[in-house]
């Protein structure tokens, strides 16, 4: 028998070999016409698409945070990849941005071959949603550095948009509407605080109004919104899109309105969702709180021209949050 010293200080190549073989099917099925070269090599290519005269690329990297705690918890690991992939791809798409291509990176202290082609799984399922391709990606085993059982992801996104099409600020006018889309649930953000407030619940039942496992409401994908946005750029009257993250509508929102603007929401507009309803009274949170922590059941805003009010709403079943208002400073609650 040989002696390996490297699987004898903790690293096991085998098990680095069986994760490649097992998510080669994964990555393929998310390729894209312009991607050059084959799976496995030093990088990936891609060509930027026909039909652009001016092409800028956008980029975006993000990661999960302490979700991926409730993820490894619960011993769930096929969703977490799509909340990965979302965290990119929904940033870039807000500059009106195609994404083209992702990239993944998955570290742990000693790698579970099951655990980690369930995640890389999760990625490809969030590319095919959105659109991109997988491209590439970095598989790392570091003894020590993680508590057994526990992993770390990061991923990498590159879109491209027409110069002239480019969504943001520039575009933004007062009186101009505030159309939310609804989150799939919390989303990747806040989950040091959802943790702390959940810790001592069963999270195999459900804890009242949720209608399932708390458990499964906590590792509820992230929704993607590329196909939305790039479709109501289609349409005409899309000025700018905000993803609502970290910090929630009270600091994401004001990223994509110009100086000397702000934005009053009727609080009203919609329905908080069960388990915001149940953070919030576990927490004793107040609408502040909330506000500024989670995105409280609107995942993105789209800034339209408001004679394209109805037409947004009705074509993408969203509400109408309010306006967009000269002299108002940041989001004012109504």
């Known amino acids: 028998m040989v002696n390996d010293p490297y699987k004898e200080a903790g690293v096991d190549i085998e098990a680095g070999n069986a994760v490649v073989?097992?998510?080669?099917?994964?990555?393929?099925?998310?390729?894209?016409?312009e991607v050059e070269g084959g799976f496995g090599g030093f990088a990936g290519l891609c060509r930027i698409p026909e039909g652009y005269s001016e092409p800028l690329l956008v980029s975006g990297t993000d990661g999960v945070g302490t979700?991926?705690?409730?993820?490894?918890?619960?011993?769930?690991?096929?969703?977490?990849?799509?909340?990965?992939?979302?965290?990119?791809?929904?940033?870039?798409?807000?500059?009106?941005?195609?994404p083209l291509f992702f990239l993944d990176y998955f570290a742990t202290g000693k790698l579970a071959p099951e655990a980690a082609v369930q995640v890389v799984k999760g990625i490809a399922e969030g590319c095919r949603q959105s659109g991109c391709a997988l491209i590439g990606g970095e598989?790392?085993?570091?003894?020590?550095?993680?508590?057994?059982?526990?992993?770390?992801?990061?991923?990498?996104s590159v879109g491209v948009v027409e110069r002239s099409n480019v969504l943001g600020a520039h575009n933004v006018r007062p009186g101009d509407a505030l159309i939310g889309l609804a989150a799939s649930g919390i989303h990747s953000n806040g989950y040091s605080l959802v943790r702390k407030l959940c810790d001592e619940l069963d999270w195999t039942v459900d804890p009242g109004g949720l209608g399932q496992p708390l458990g499964d409401a906590l590792l509820e994908p992230t929704r993607i919104y590329v196909k939305d946005v790039l479709e109501a750029m289609k349409m005409g009257g899309l000025h700018a899109a905000a993803h609502i993250t970290g910090g929630g509508l009270t600091e994401n929102l004001p990223r994509v309105l110009p100086e000397g603007t702000g934005a009053t929401i009727d609080a009203?507009?919609?329905e908080e969702p069960p388990i915001f309803q149940l953070l919030r009274s576990l927490g004793g949170l107040t609408d502040d709180d909330m506000w500024l922590t989670f995105n409280c059941g609107i995942g993105l805003v789209l800034v339209v021209d408001p004679a394209q009010t109805d037409a947004f709403i009705e074509r993408f079943?969203?509400?109408?949050?309010?306006?967009?208002?000269a002299g108002v400073d940041g989001v004012v609650r109504a």
């Not at 080669?24 to 390729?31: A, E, F």
């Not at 079943?317 to 208002?325: P, Q, R």
């Open 317 to 325: 079943d969203g509400v109408l949050l309010g306006h967009v208002e």
């Open 139 to 156: 598989t790392a085993e570091m003894p020590g550095m993680y508590a057994p059982g526990h992993y770390d992801l990061a991923g990498f």
């Open 268 to 270: 009203n507009a919609w």
């Open 67 to 98: 979700k991926l705690l409730v993820a490894q918890r619960v011993g769930r690991h096929d969703t977490i990849g799509i909340d990965l992939v979302a965290m990119c791809v929904n940033d870039i798409v807000t500059t009106g941005a195609e």
């Open 21 to 33: 073989e097992g998510i080669r099917p994964h990555i393929r099925s998310t390729q894209r016409p």
